[in-house]
């Protein structure tokens, strides 16, 4: 699936969803929110005579894009958001003298991604009217990630990547009223399973266009991934 298409149909299920609840009473919101995420994976690797295990904790906390949220008429939650966003160029050049000559290696690299996230959240204590309230559904985050590495040297060549992965989560979250308007959000995404199509291009004109392509699939079930969002949102006015 290319990039554009799977980007049309996500906005297509977007609409199609917002379409089906639009006879109903809806709630829009918007919320700003932050996570804490704390991730922890150990790699194999088998490097010609080295055999041994890396093992990364990564541990930090960053700001989210805001998102949409849509409470139906039972109070169940569409939430609506990007999860990613951003276009970065790389310049890393090397320079050094061999033999009285000047010489430069080092790569450029241009990264481009972009990410969307859906999540359904069901409302748990129907008749509960407090100020505080509980809701537990389904999360899903589609990411595309491309890269493209462009050496320096003469003799190394340049290199593609293209990514696409999709996180399916379960996520409890907790809402609490702070007035009519405002309120506070609070969510705890476990990630189920974890899938990711990766396809890698090295342009060497020695090769034909397949054989310079190699692509891989993997798929991870409930990732040592800890995320804790918490942020605030404001209702917007109702439409009927």
């Known amino acids: 699936m290319s990039f554009s298409k799977a980007v049309f149909l996500f906005f297509t299920l977007c609409c ?13 919101s918007i919320l700003s929110s ?25 541990i930090g906390f960053h700001l989210n894009w805001p998102s949409l949220l849509v409470n139906n008429e039972k109070g169940n939650i569409h939430e609506f958001g990007i999860s990613q966003l951003f276009i970065q160029d790389e310049d890393r050049p090397i320079y050094y003298e061999e033999n009285g000559v000047k010489q430069v290696t080092g790569t450029r690299m241009l990264k481009s991604g972009i990410g969307f996230v859906y999540a359904y959240s069901v409302k748990l204590f129907k008749n509960n009217d407090h100020a505080t309230k509980f809701f537990i559904g389904p999360t899903l985050e589609l990411n595309f990630n491309y890269m493209n590495s462009r050496p320096y040297a003469s003799n190394a060549f340049a290199v593609t990547t293209s990514n696409i992965s999709l ?18 959000d609070f969510s705890i995404p476990v990630s ?28 991870e079930y409930f990732r040592n991934r800890v995320e804790f969002r918490i942020g605030v949102g404001y209702r917007l006015a109702k439409h009927t």
């Open 167 to 184: 996180n399916i989560a379960a996520m409890p979250r907790l809402q609490s009223d702070l007035n009519e308007h405002w309120f506070v």
């Open 16 to 28: 199609i969803t917002l379409t089906v609840s639009a006879q109903r009473e809806l709630q829009y």
């Open 192 to 219: 189920l399973g974890f899938l990711n199509l990766e396809e890698i291009t090295v342009q060497n004109p020695n090769f034909s266009a397949n054989e310079q392509k190699t692509g891989s699939f993997d798929l």
């Open 34 to 58: 932050g996570s804490l995420i704390y991730q922890y994976q150990e790699i194999e690797n088998t490097d010609f005579a080295l055999n041994y295990t890396e093992k990364q904790t990564d």
